[in-house]
């Protein structure tokens, strides 16, 4: 019988490790906390933060917060106390990691947001065994089995091409970390012209450093000369730079394609950065844990899922995903004739 280190889920939003020798993903500032990827859910303004140098770099561009970043590769190991650190990939978008933690007498791996398979941007999650499994289950329910990424990456570049070809502007929205520098980047390497907005090119160089590439793509302005393929955030969409580019012709990407049947869009492409139902069996099967914690999304669901597949698991409460014939939070201002709405939290899809 292992003994892993002791977990405690706050209510406020993280995960305490040891009775507070560290935190992953608090949202509360800390002494030490462990930061998963950059989307604004999964980050604090702790005094001490591990994370990857991608995500170091998000952090201190999005938010300026002065912190002592303690920088690991993947594999790399961090010390506390009697507990060893370890970051592995995680996919979802560039930088994520899946945070390992090693105790005298057993290991706890938390998944943080994950996909198993590869985007342009990321490589897939590679996740190490571990005794116990906290995880996501933002698409935890047994509809939510994404088609072939490929299949849906070739029409997308096929939508963008044929409104090109008609001259109108194809818009993609996606989140201003990870959707909108995937869009960017897939589009771009297959040769269509595209313009993305600051909001989403600011955080390209990053991807740059990274090997990421986006070739001819420019930073949407005013009064464009040539007609090319936008990406914006959903809130951006009626900004200027956009409007003045009609006709649009709207494509909205995200594993939420499924509950999108009341958004104005011209298309609805199911691709997420999250796993799918699928992937995150395949996630519990790869670490082989004796207990798992499942956080986020269909919790309850996926966790009686997982019971009757014999293993021991259990929903951490409060989580859950949008109810039958409820539209996904970033999206509800699509439904009709918009007006401008706060801005989504990212990372949501
Ligand atoms: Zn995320």
């Not at 996501?136 to 990424?149: H, K, Q, S, V, W």
């Not at 070739?154 to 194809?170: C, G, K, S, V």
């Not at 995937?182 to 993305?196: D, F, N, R, T, Y």
């Not at 199911?270 to 699928?278: E, P, W």
Request: with cysteine; hydrophobic share 40%; aromatic share 6%.
């Amino acid at each position: 019988m292992t003994t892993p280190p002791r977990v405690h889920f706050d209510p406020a939003g993280g995960i305490e490790v040891e009775r507070g020798l560290l935190w992953l993903d608090a949202k509360q500032p800390k002494a030490l906390g462990v930061i998963t990827h950059a989307h604004g859910d999964h980050v604090g303004r702790h005094r001490r933060i591990v994370c990857t140098p991608a995500t170091a770099a998000f952090v201190r561009k999005r938010t300026g917060h002065k912190a002592e970043y303690v920088e690991r590769e993947f594999g790399e190991p961090f010390v506390v106390g009697d507990l060893t650190v370890t970051l592995h990939r995680a996919g979802h978008i560039l930088g994520a990691a899946m945070v390992k933690v090693c105790g005298p007498g057993g290991s706890v791996l938390y998944s943080g947001d994950f996909k198993m398979t590869a985007g342009v941007t990321t490589l897939p999650a590679e996740p190490p065994r571990a005794d116990h499994l906290v995880m996501e289950a933002t698409f935890g329910l047994p509809e939510y089995r994404f088609p072939d990424d490929d299949g849906t990456r070739a029409a997308l570049i096929t939508f963008a091409q044929q409104a090109l070809r008609a001259d109108e502007t194809p818009v993609f929205l996606g989140y201003a970390l990870g959707k909108g520098q995937e869009i960017a980047a897939l589009l771009s390497q297959a040769g269509v012209p595209c313009a993305v907005h600051p909001a989403i090119w600011n955080l390209c160089p990053t991807y740059r450093a990274h090997g990421v590439k986006f070739p001819g793509a420019v930073t949407l302005k005013r009064n464009p000369r040539d007609r090319c393929a936008v990406v914006v955030t959903p809130r951006l969409l009626r900004t200027p730079e956009v409007q003045q580019r009609g006709p649009l012709k709207l494509a909205v990407i995200s594993g939420w394609a499924g509950r999108l049947d009341k958004v104005k869009a011209d298309a609805v492409f199911g691709l997420s950065d999250h796993a799918d139902y699928d992937q995150l069996v395949t996630l519990v099967e790869r670490v082989a844990p004796q207990r798992i914690d499942v956080l986020h999304g269909y919790a309850d669901e996926f966790a009686a899922d997982l019971r009757m597949r014999g293993y021991d698991a259990h929903a951490v409460a409060g989580h859950r995903g949008p109810r039958p014939g409820e539209t996904p939070g970033m999206f509800r201002g699509l439904r009709s004739k918009p007006q401008p709405k706060p801005d989504p939290q990212d990372g949501v899809e």
